[in-house]
């Protein structure tokens, strides 16, 4: 931009050149500003092969320029970055060869620990977004490493703790990669360590390590800064070598942490988990080659026994035929004997048994059987005349038992009661007789004494009409004729004569 | 029992193996011939370790980088 338009004519203004007034304006930018503090975000960063860093510091409405020097970048606790939040002191200075100002920037720091955690918290979720942080990415660590890369500063505390432990459990070979562990060069310095190892060949002049430990000691969150930068973060997630992180303390976490296949919490743990103790790996395998003769000894051992024991189970073979031997012996001995022995004792059956079969046997027997019949025959008759005679006896007793005299006796006595009987049933009779009639005889009188025929001796008289008798005088004007009776009998009174006398009807009838 | 050679087989894998063998062995239910045959694959293995144990030197170098910060070479540690 000119600053000076083109000179009306007639103006008299001094003519400045293009130098001298860029010259003017920078003196001017450069005593106004020459200590300015600047909060801003940071924009795009650049940072060439010549160390200085130049980078945009924003906010909302404006962009300013600004470059680090090599010399104050290297003494940065924290390197800008894009995105964050800083407070920028230094001095504003103009560039008069592109009519561009910028701010020279003396030390920058973030705005506050807040800024810098919420960018760390961004930065690891893109990571972890990326997925360098997946558990299936981690690599199992070697049992027992050949040759170990140590990732850290080559003098300090950390080397010495690394190298002593492997030297207690199991010493090593360890090739040490000397890096800045804080500062603007830690990160490439770190990135490129662990790229270099995994770049070597196994066969190349330098070892190729099987184990990485990148460690560092304990610092501040700035100190520890270069631990969470992207490029560090992406190297050890793409090294082929498992690697182990031990950086600061306990409680610091850096975001390599999360991308290593291991993190230890010191540089020590780092060493132990790297390799097993040897003692401990001596001690076992001594135990196993005990274990082992012990094993084979005793297979052997046992077999042997039971070989021997097997063997004195065996008989020998003469032994088992022995006693066979004998048996025989004693059989064909016996064998004749027992022939012989045998055929005489059926001989003697033989004859023992034809010895009693003859005919006089049989015709003793027939003789025997005929005396029993002779004897039973004899005895027949007279056990039948004995039992008739005594059948007899027994009938003559019945029939001795049996007299008419008892029943003539008896008969007398039933006719006696008979008669007996006769006489009581007619005395019976006739006092019943004789009881009734005076019975009647006094029911009789009785009877007379009640009977209105009685009143009738006493002048009393009964009226009788048509058979009814008549109590009242209505009565007895109604009837025709009137029956009265007294004591001695009855006489008819009235016209109309009773129906027994009436009139004859003439023998000649009208002749209508 | 791995085909491996014994002779290839890393540290930790011999160390298995030869757990393993010593294990099978001590069971006592392998013919004669065969544990024969253990015991000395089971000999080897453990010699194998030994000599594994055995290497167990200390050898601590440093790289040299040069002007671009490649790998130039190694010098000796030594007093750490």
């Known amino acids: ?512 | 029992m791995s085909d491996t050679p014994v002779s290839e087989m890393s540290f930790e894998e011999a160390m298995r193996e030869l757990e393993a063998v010593v294990d099978q062995l001590e069971r006592g239910d392998v013919a004669l011939d065969a544990s024969i045959a253990l015991y000395e694959r089971g000999a080897a293995l453990k010699k194998r370790c030994e000599d594994e144990l055995k290497r167990a030197e200390e050898k601590v170098a440093a790289i040299t980088l040069d002007a671009d910060g490649n790998p130039a070479g190694v010098k000796p540690v030594e007093g750490l």
């Open chain 1, 1 to 512: 931009m000119d600053l000076i338009d083109d000179p009306q004519p007639g103006q008299n203004a001094p003519e400045f050149s293009v130098s001298e007034i860029s010259g003017a304006i920078k003196r001017m930018i450069e005593g106004e500003f020459s200590h300015v503090r600047i909060r801003a975000e940071v924009g795009r960063v650049s940072r060439p092969r010549s160390g200085h860093i130049y980078l945009d510091l924003k906010d909302d409405r404006a962009v300013l320029a600004g470059v680090m020097w090599k010399g104050v970048a290297a003494k940065q606790v924290t390197q800008p970055e894009e995105g964050m939040e800083v407070v920028a002191v230094g001095r504003l200075t103009t560039f008069p060869g592109q009519s561009k100002y910028q701010m020279v920037i003396e030390e920058i720091r973030p705005a506050g620990m807040g800024a810098l955690m919420a960018m760390l918290e961004k930065r690891k979720a893109q990571l972890a977004a990326e997925g360098l942080f997946a558990p299936e990415r981690k690599k199992p660590l070697p049992y027992l490493p050949e040759v170990i890369g140590v990732v850290t500063s080559p003098s300090g505390a950390v080397i010495r703790d690394i190298l002593h432990r492997l030297r207690d459990r199991f010493p090593r070979k360890v090739l040490i990669w000397p890096v800045a562990v804080q500062g603007e060069k830690c990160a490439p310095e770190v990135a490129r360590a662990i790229a270099g190892f995994n770049a070597l060949t196994p066969v190349g002049a330098l070892p190729r390590p099987d184990l990485l430990i990148v460690a560092r000691g304990g610092g501040s969150v700035e100190d520890l800064w270069g631990f969470n930068e992207e490029a560090v973060v992406r190297a050890a997630a793409a090294s082929d070598i498992p690697l182990i992180s031990a950086v600061g303390h306990e409680t610091d976490t850096t975001l390599i942490d999360y991308a290593s296949d291991k993190r230890a919490p010191t540089p020590t743990a780092a060493a132990e988990l790297a390799v097993p103790v040897r003692m401990e790996l001596l001690a076992f395998t001594e135990n196993q080659g005990a274990r082992l003769s012990r094993g084979i000894t005793t297979g052997l051992t046992q077999r042997r026994q039971r070989l021997t024991d097997l063997g004195r189970a065996l008989p020998k073979p003469g032994t088992l035929l022995d006693a066979a031997r004998q048996r025989l012996d004693v059989a064909s001995d016996r064998l004749p004997a027992a022939l012989d022995r045998g055929v005489q004792r059926r001989k003697l059956r033989l004859t023992e048994l034809s010895g009693s079969l003859r005919p006089r046997v049989l015709g003793r027997m027939v003789a025997g059987e005929k005396d029993r019949l002779t004897r039973l025959s004899n005895r027949l008759a007279p056990a039948l005349s004995r039992a008739v005679t005594q059948r007899r006896e027994a009938f003559s007793q019945r029939a001795r038992l049996l007299q008419p005299q008892r029943l003539q006796a008896d008969l007398q006595q039933k006719k006696q009661d008979l008669m007996r009987l006769e006489r009581r049933l007619s005395q019976a009779g006739h006092s019943q007789t004789a009881r009734w009639k005076a019975q009647l005889e006094q029911a009789g009188r009785l009877h007379e004494t009640l009977s209105y025929k009685a009143t009738l001796e006493r002048g009393y008289a009964v009226i009788r009409s048509e058979g009814e008798v008549l109590t009242r005088k209505a009565q007895a004007q109604k009837a025709t004729h009137l029956e009265i009776e007294f004591a001695d009998g009855r006489m008819q009174v009235g016209g109309k004569s009773a129906p027994k006398s009436k009139p004859k009807p003439p023998e000649q009838g009208s002749l209508f």
